[in-house]
Each structure stands twice: as structure tokens, then as C-alpha cells.
């Protein structure tokens, strides 16, 4: 077991253009989480799946975000028509939730935006 | 947003010496945890504590958690170079996810 894995590590785009993320969990863990995170700040939460199944979104998710874990496994995060606001640390991370164990992360993906 | 204030927002202690760090939050948790983050780095957990926990240690590691006053502290003792980093606390409201803090940012004189 590697950890949560994120690719790509960078990303440089321009305005307009869409991107997608993709994050490995541990593969044993079947909560898988999204957080951004800016300079001098907490993350803060995206959204969230249990295997398979979205079950909460943030108001910071915007139409333009889109998520997904097919059959449970890896994530994609999507942003699309990317603004110089979406510049941030994408953070993903994974849990097997019982209360006794907290999150693993992976290394982010940094997102800029020019 | 972000229910957590972490106090300090930075901190510069001489290597050895103690490191606190406190956290407040705003409503009921289930539990507590503590994260570190390296510079441009994800985060590391360190420590969790439940709502019915009143401390806990862990290596180097103490943190404490009054309920009453919805406040935790995290020491560090006998601090060394490699501890500097950014101090997260995250609570856990009883749903699945987790409330960051602002961060401490920890840097160790050596």
C-alpha cells in the first residue's frame, strides 16, 4: 500500500480551459474525500463519496466542478471553464471511518490558473 | 467556511523548547483531530481525540480537549528542527467530514 496517490502534482492552465484530476485512495478505504486549500488557509471541504455514492457537495462546489469515483475505486475531480480563482491546492484523501482513524492525504495537486 | 481558530496563527521557538498550540470550534463534535503540513505538502494525521477523551498522548505529542469551552490544545515537547510545519486542527461535527482551522505555523530555531 502506497498511500493516496494524486496526479498530476502541477498543473499550469489557461482561463477558460478545462482540467481533471484523478486521486488513488487506499485501496481498503472506502470513503474518499475533496479538499481546496489556498495559501495561508485550512482546506476546505468539496465533497465527499462512500464507495461508489456522492453524498455531499459544498456551496464552494460551483456548477463548473464535477466529481467522480466509478465502481469505487480511483476520483476524478473536473473543473471546467477554469477562473484565476480556482488557483489552489486540491486536496484528496481517504478514511475507513470508524471514528478511531483519521484521513490519509494524498500530496495535492496544485492548480494554477493564468 | 471554516469552524476552527487556531491560536497562535505562527509561533518561533529555540529547538528543544515546548510548542502549544490551541484550537477553538463553534458547535458539538464527535472528535478531534490534529494534522501536520508540510510546506506545499498534504497533511499528516497526528492525534485524534473523542468528545468523552479528555487527553491523550502520543510520543512527543499531548493534546487536551475541554467540551465546555470547545477548545483543544496540542504540545509538542522537546521540540526539534524537523517538527516546523503548518498545525491543523479538524473537527468532526457527527456527520463524514472534517472542519479545518486556520493552521499555526510552527518554525523551530535550531
Known amino acids: 500500500d502506497t498511500g493516496v496517490s494524486q496526479n498530476p502534482r502541477h498543473k499550469i492552465t489557461k482561463r477558460g480551459q478545462n482540467v481533471t484530476f484523478r486521486c488513488d485512495p487506499i485501496?481498503?478505504?472506502?470513503?474518499l474525500y475533496w479538499y481546496r486549500q489556498t495559501l495561508g488557509q485550512g482546506p476546505e471541504f468539496l465533497t465527499y463519496?462512500?464507495?461508489?455514492?456522492?453524498?455531499?457537495k459544498s456551496r464552494l462546489l460551483s456548477d463548473r466542478f464535477s466529481a467522480e469515483r466509478p465502481k469505487g475505486s480511483f476520483s476524478t475531480l473536473e473543473i471546467q471553464r477554469t477562473e484565476q480563482g480556482d488557483s489552489a491546492m486540491y486536496l484528496c484523501?481517504?478514511?475507513?471511518?470508524?471514528?478511531?482513524?483519521?484521513?490519509?492525504f494524498g500530496s495535492g495537486t496544485r492548480l494554477t490558473v493564468v | 467556511s471554516q469552524q476552527g481558530e487556531e491560536d497562535p496563527q505562527a509561533l518561533s521557538i529555540q529547538e528543544g523548547e515546548n510548542a502549544t498550540m490551541n484550537c477553538s470550534y463553534k458547535?458539538?463534535?464527535?472528535?478531534l483531530q490534529w494534522y501536520r503540513q508540510n510546506s506545499g505538502r498534504g497533511l499528516v494525521h497526528l492525534i485524534l481525540?473523542?468528545?468523552?477523551?479528555r487527553e491523550k498522548h502520543s510520543g512527543r505529542l499531548r493534546v487536551t480537549l475541554d467540551t465546555s469551552k470547545k477548545s483543544s490544545s496540542l504540545l509538542i515537547t522537546a521540540s526539534r528542527a524537523a517538527d516546523t510545519a503548518s498545525y491543523f486542527c479538524?473537527?468532526?461535527?457527527?456527520?463524514?467530514?472534517?472542519?479545518f482551522g486556520t493552521g499555526t505555523r510552527l518554525t523551530i530555531i535550531p
Open positions: 484523501a481517504s478514511s475507513s471511518w470508524t471514528e478511531n482513524y483519521g484521513y490519509t
Open positions: 463519496f462512500q464507495n461508489e455514492a456522492q453524498l455531499e
Open positions: 481525540i473523542r468528545s468523552n477523551e
Open positions: 458547535t458539538s463534535i464527535n472528535n
Open positions: 485501496s481498503e478505504h472506502n470513503r
Open positions: 479538524a473537527s468532526n461535527f457527527g456527520n463524514e467530514k472534517l472542519t
